[in-house]
């Protein structure tokens, strides 16, 4: 059985950071891996992606200030969100989810139908 699930988000003042968390296990293919944020009564927005190779793509729009890493524990990955420089309009639910590794590929980018979601952390930016 996949897991996803994320952990790390809070309170921080504006240009702050925060790193983000999500934990994949039980799935041993190739893959790709995403994060996303959503705010109520918006749709979810793409932040970026890391594939099993390390490979990494960003929405032009957060590139500058938000990076994605993952290390591998056994039949476990840590996919990490480092946000910086954080603005009250980063306030979102975060979210993290897992498929094959070619939905990492630039043709797919962005893209909402991945099959394996976690439940999302919360980040709060006050100004």
């Known amino acids: 059985e996949v897991q996803v699930v994320e952990s790390g988000g809070g309170s921080v003042q504006a240009g702050g950071s925060l790193r983000l968390s999500c934990v994949v296990s039980?799935?041993?293919?190739?893959?790709?891996m995403y994060w996303y944020r959503q705010t109520p009564g918006k749709e979810h927005e793409a932040i970026g992606t890391?594939?099993?190779?390390?490979?990494?793509?960003?929405a032009d729009s957060l590139k500058d200030r938000f990076i994605i890493s993952q290390e591998k524990v056994n039949n476990i990955t840590i996919m990490y969100l480092q946000l910086n420089s954080l603005k009250p309009e980063d306030t979102a639910m975060y979210s993290c989810?897992?498929?094959?590794?070619?939905?990492?590929?630039?043709?797919?980018?962005?893209?909402?139908?991945?099959?394996?979601w976690g439940k999302g952390t919360q980040v709060t930016i006050s100004p």
């Open positions: 989810a897992a498929d094959q590794k070619y939905y990492c590929l630039g043709v797919w980018f962005p893209y909402y139908g991945m099959e394996y």
């Open positions: 890391i594939d099993s190779d390390g490979n990494t793509r960003y």
């Open positions: 039980g799935y041993s293919s190739s893959y790709c």
